[in-house]
């Protein structure tokens, strides 16, 4: 339980501080701001529970350390509930503070909620964004599964993965509003409705597509790794250096 409270916390800390700066901040900050904050959420989170559950805190992430085999499918399935239940709280919260405002805050507005067509930040297409969110998931799920690898340097997942995150969401969000996870993108559905609910579909299946592509190329360039021979590598550097690297010492 230990792991699912900690997955649950991590999930509101990212859609609390992520949609919060673009619902509260965002006219202020622009698109670098609030993708500064979904990526330092992420880095913050990676360090405070990561020794914990090891921060998901993403269904897509989820599904990428279960094909990974990574992780359990009970677990699997248990990180991804609290996932949402933390997102759709961390949502919760935004919209409170945002009602509190002295001119109010019509929900309908977006809530930061994710869209296309007519409810993309920059009215791109369905096709668009659907290709959007898949690239953009399997870079980030490649990045979380090559980072914590056994083979990795130790102690610089977080930052490659808070990075990471920044950089896919100042790409994703004039297309969509940065999907790239399923919990994320139900926590403001579930308070926007109409079109929120009717365009979720996108933001469940595409991240999900992408994390399997993520986890078969994970396995294309982890595990399907061979050692090198001795002969090739020797046949790889200059001749001087194989003379001294054989030359037994003085």
Request: glycine share 12%; with cysteine; aromatic share 8%.
């Amino acid at each position: 339980m230990k792991k699912y409270a900690a997955e649950l916390t991590g999930t509101f800390v990212l859609v609390f501080c992520g949609i919060g700066s673009a619902v509260l901040a965002g006219q202020k900050i622009g698109y670098l701001g609030i993708a500064l904050a979904f990526g330092l959420s992420l880095l913050t989170m990676a360090y405070t529970i990561g020794p914990v559950s090891g921060c998901h805190i993403n269904p897509a992430v989820t599904l990428g350390a279960f094909l990974a085999k990574k992780i359990g499918a009970r677990d699997a399935a248990g990180y991804a509930v609290s996932q949402v239940i933390g997102g759709i709280c961390g949502a919760a919260v935004v919209l409170v503070i945002a009602k509190g405002a002295a001119t109010g805050y019509d929900v309908t507005a977006g809530l930061a909620a994710n869209g296309y067509g007519a409810h993309s930040p920059g009215q791109y297409s369905l096709a668009a964004g659907f290709v959007a969110e898949v690239v953009l998931t399997m870079l980030l799920v490649l990045t979380v599964l090559g980072t914590t690898d056994t083979k990795a340097p130790v102690g610089f997942a977080g930052l490659a993965i808070g990075l990471v995150l920044t950089l896919i969401h100042l790409v994703a969000i004039p297309v969509t509003n940065a999907s790239i996870n399923p919990a994320r993108s139900i926590a403001p559905a579930v308070f926007v409705g109409s079109w929120a609910m009717q365009q979720l579909w996108l933001f469940i299946v595409a991240p999900l597509l992408g994390s399997v592509a993520a986890a078969g190329l994970y396995h294309g360039i982890w595990t399907g790794a061979q050692p090198i021979e001795t002969k090739v590598a020797e046949r790889a550097l200059p001749s001087e250096q194989v003379e001294r690297a054989v030359r037994p010492a003085a």
